[in-house]
C-alpha cells in the first residue's frame, strides 16, 4: 500500500525544520543530513504508528532526538566533551553568516548543557508548546522550562546584554569569567 | 526610557529586551536552516520510500 500522499507532504513540510533541530543538536550539517535520512527511514517505516490528525513534527523530532540520544551515548565513550566539540566545528564556520554578533550566539549556545539547548531551541526556535517540548523530550514540562528559563538566564550572562552597548569579544570573555560564580 | 549604560552587574535579570534579543537571533540561526528548505537528495528519498509497496527499508 502506498503512502497516502496527505502524509508524505507533511513529512516534506517538516523536513526543513528537522534540519534546523538536527543541526543545532550535531553542530556538524553532514551528521545532522545522515541523523534526518536515518529518522525519515524509520518514520516511513513506521508510518502506522502516526496517527494522522496528530502532531506530526512533533513526532518526527522525538523520532530523531531519540536516535541522536542513542547515537551520542555510543560517541560519549569515544570523546567525551561532546559540547566542547559542538563549539569548536561552530567556530570552524565563522564566515557562513558573516557577522560577528550573530557567530558570537552561536558560540555562546553551543557552552549550553546539552538539555538546556535542546529545551531552548524546541521552545524558542521551533515554536513547540512547552507541552510538545515535554513530550518529544520524554520529561515533564516544569522540567522543560526550567531548563528554557536557565538557558536564557546563561545566555544572557554569556553575551552579556545588558542593553546599548553591543557585545564584543572582550565583553563575551568578562562574561564567561564573571558565569562560573553562580550561587 | 534613555537610561544609562551603567548597569555592570555580572547578574543580567532577563528583562523584556533581552529575552527579545535571545529569542530574535535563535529564530534567525534556525530560519537561516529552515530557509534551505528541502535537500534534493532528502525530497527523492521521502518520495522513494513512499512509493514502494513495502516501505520498511
Known sequence: ??????????????????????????????????????????????????QPGTNMPAWLFTILRNLFRSEYRKRRREVEDADGRYAETLKSHPEQTGRVEFNEFRVALAKLPSD???????????????????AICGCAVGTIKSRVNRARTRLADL???????????????????AGGGRS | MGRPATQRKSEVRLGREVQARIGQQLRAMYDDVVSQGVPQNIADLVRRLSDQDDRVA
Do not use: W
Request: net charge negative; proline share 3%.
Open chain 1, 116 to 134: 538546556q539547548r535542546e529545551a531552548l531551541i524546541l521552545v524558542g526556535a521551533s515554536g513547540f508548546s512547552y507541552e510538545d517540548a515535554a
Open chain 1, 1 to 50: 500500500m502506498k503512502l497516502d500522499p496527505t502524509i508524505r507532504d507533511q513529512v516534506l513540510a517538516t523536513v526543513p525544520s528537522l534540519r534546523a533541530f538536527a543541526i543545532s543538536l550535531c553542530g556538524n550539517i553532514d551528521r545532522a543530513d545522515d541523523l534526518v535520512q536515518e529518522t525519515l527511514l524509520r518514520a516511513l517505516a513506521h508510518i502506522d504508528s502516526f
Open chain 1, 159 to 177: 553575551l552579556a546584554i545588558d542593553g546599548v552597548d553591543d557585545f564584543g569579544p572582550d565583553r563575551a570573555t568578562r562574561a564567561v569569567l
